[in-house]
């Protein structure tokens, strides 16, 4: 970031350095990976809980934060299921989007693919129409309201049977539900993509676009497998892809997008350490990379966390953040006019990101 180092005559003890930087100016950006039940911040966990009469397991708001150490993946998710009972009526789910958004747009997102996991929701009594309802609700007016056009994705938990996944698809169908895309989530090893053939064919026939966690924790193959067997046009996460290659090879060559989450793998522990994490490496190779939060309000930052601590970490150049950002957008399912639009706004000013 520039500042006035050596083109100043005021020495930087009498001024606080940070009045000495120009503001950066934080990047319009897309983001591809965000699931909204991962949003839930504790102190609305406790307001919905109060508004619902549901006792939580924990004593105060300091109780619940010291559960957010993970181990792992499962670790996380034992949390964030568990935390889905406050989430009873439409208004729950309004209210966690709204949160969601507000947030969102401070951190310089102007469009985002919005996951739900309905099956979290069944599970519990909660039906289809008041999660799906909730959330679109305040998508329908997100682009007027916060500045971010959004869609939504019906994520499928992959511990759970295809039957399970099928049977939430044509219900979700039948209600005519305003799902943009699918995608796959939950605990994956043991879960691979190919167990999830027949909901992805299902899914494209209806016309919908197809995303899959893979290579989170699972191996290289498992993204091969959600390419060649789901037919999958973007991979969430995919870190694990450079143990392989030829892998690398061919989603450099195919521009498939992998929507990358830095903070995210260094709390569920898929890195040691955020300067373990292989963006740099994954950009320097080619790959089409974006930045996202996946689940915010779990993993200590929203998008602008992400490149802020990223920023602190590695060396990336204007023109990485830039990239990044670009590649966002353009891996988005957006329309090609709304794309448009992004892409002017990024080019329209200069490229630091806070
Ligand atoms: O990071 C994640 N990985 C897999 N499933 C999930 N469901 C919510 N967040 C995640
Ligand atoms: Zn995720």
Request: glycine share 6%; charged share 25%; proline share 5%.
């Amino acid at each position: 970031m520039d500042n006035f180092a050596g083109g100043t005559a005021v020495p930087e003890t009498e001024l606080d350095a940070a009045e000495l930087e120009v503001p950066a100016r934080i990047l319009p950006v897309a983001e591809l990976h965000l699931h909204i039940e991962g949003t839930l911040q504790p102190e609305l966990i406790f307001a919905l809980a109060e508004r619902n009469g549901i006792a939580l397991p924990y004593a105060g708001l300091d109780e619940l934060r010291e559960r957010y150490e993970f181990t792992d993946l499962q670790s996380f998710l034992d949390l964030y299921y568990a935390n889905m009972a406050v989430l009873q009526t439409e208004q729950d789910f309004a209210d966690m989007t709204r949160a969601y958004l507000e947030r969102a747009a401070a951190a310089g997102v102007r469009h985002a693919e919005i996951m739900m996991d309905p099956q979290a929701h069944l599970s519990r009594g909660i039906p289809l129409s008041t999660c799906v309802n909730g959330v679109a609700s305040v998508l329908a007016t997100s682009q007027e309201e916060f500045g971010i056009s959004t869609l939504l994705i019906a994520a499928f938990l992959r511990d759970l049977s295809e039957e399970s996944a099928l049977e939430v698809l044509d219900g979700l169908l039948a209600m005519n539900a305003p799902i943009a895309a699918i995608g796959l989530d939950s605990a994956e090893v043991g879960n691979p993509p190919s167990k999830f053939e027949r909901l992805y064919a299902k899914a494209r026939e209806a016309g919908l676009r197809l995303t899959a966690h893979a290579g989170e924790e699972g191996p290289a193959s498992y993204i091969i497998e959600a390419l060649d067997i789901l037919g999958v046009e973007r991979i969430d996460h995919g870190i694990r892809c450079m143990d392989d290659p030829d892998l690398v090879e061919r989603l450099v060559d195919a521009r498939i997008p992998l929507t990358v989450c830095p903070l995210s793998n260094v709390r569920l522990r898929a890195v040691d350490t955020l300067a373990d994490h292989p963006l740099p490496a994954m950009l320097a190779a080619g790959l089409n990379v974006s930045v996202n939060s996946d689940d915010p309000a779990y993993f200590g930052g929203y998008v602008d966390d992400n490149f802020a601590q990223l920023g602190a970490v590695f060396e990336l150049s204007d023109f990485d953040k830039a990239r990044l950002a670009a590649n966002s957008i353009h891996s988005s399912f957006a329309s090609e006019e709304r794309k448009a639009e992004l892409l002017d706004e990024l080019n329209g000013g200069d490229v630091a990101h806070a």
